[in-house]
């Protein structure tokens, strides 16, 4: 099946969470945003109400992060920080749910957190993607591999009235053996174990390490309808380029997504 602009476009949350990037920088994103029609803007959860105006008759939603990036705030503040950025016109919102008590097996809190937060926001009309932070999860916990882990999660995340899993912040840096900071985001394997963990109401949303056109159509042919991507403007406007030569990319064989995060 060949892909069209508008299916590619309406995959992606055009990623704006970097702590540095100014008031300037944000309004320029969100009109980037609306200038390409991406499904949705990611952004800081102070700057939700101005994105709102800015984005205000373009067809492009808002969205939120909440207990971002760690997920380490207790539930009740990240219960206060939904409400708050979906009074201010969040109509996503992305949630790190608890590292750590998902590391430590207590399967409870991790569910009754992801269900406050989910039933704050969909009392305001919005959607959540509950982030999994993979890169953190791949040497297993809770008595689980890696695997059986993020796939108990997924789960989890259905039961309690998730919207989407996705798979990582985009900032899960994991410390390597000579100090340095790895990261590598949504992997393929990754987005097909997400995929067939979960039921289809659930979505998928991939994030980080997706930074060229055929990654974004990779993650599409994995089945994730939502990808966080910075490189926005690099991806379409590839497409265009293609799209006019006749040059398409065909599927892809490849296990890579691209470099890089966002």
């Not at 340095?180 to 949303?205: C, F, N, W």
């Not at 799209?243 to 890579?256: D, I, M, N």
Request: some cysteine; proline content about 2%.
């Amino acid at each position: 099946m060949e892909l069209s602009y508008k299916t590619l476009a309406k995959m992606i949350d055009h990623s704006l969470l970097h702590p540095t990037l100014t008031d300037r920088e944000l309004e320029e994103g969100c009109r980037l945003a609306a200038r390409y029609g991406v499904a949705s803007v990611c952004i800081k959860p102070y700057a939700v109400r101005k994105a709102v105006e800015w984005l205000k008759g373009s067809g492009v939603l808002v969205g939120a992060v909440v207990g971002f990036p760690h997920g380490s705030s207790t539930t009740e503040s990240k219960r206060h920080e939904t409400e708050l950025a979906c009074r201010d016109g969040a109509q996503e919102i992305d949630m790190v749910l608890n590292i750590g008590k998902a590391l430590s097996g207590d399967w409870d809190y991790v569910e009754e957190e992801i269900r406050i937060l989910c039933l704050e926001a969909h009392r305001h009309g919005a959607k959540v993607k509950v982030i999994l932070e993979n890169d953190f999860l791949s040497q297993g916990g809770g008595g689980l591999d890696g695997d059986s882990l993020k796939r108990r999660l997924c789960e989890i995340g259905e039961r309690a009235g998730a919207d989407w899993v996705k798979t990582s912040t985009g900032y899960g840096f994991v410390k390597q053996s000579d100090g340095s900071y790895g990261y590598k985001g949504a992997t393929v394997e990754d987005l097909a174990l997400m995929r067939s963990s979960v039921s289809p109401k659930v979505e998928v949303k991939a994030a980080g390490g997706v930074r060229d056109l055929d990654g974004l159509i990779r993650v599409h042919q994995l089945g994730a309808s939502r990808c966080g991507a910075t490189a926005t403007a690099a991806m379409l406007d590839e497409f265009r380029r293609r799209e006019a030569s006749g040059t398409l990319p065909k599927e892809s064989k490849t296990g890579t997504l691209g470099q890089g995060g966002y």
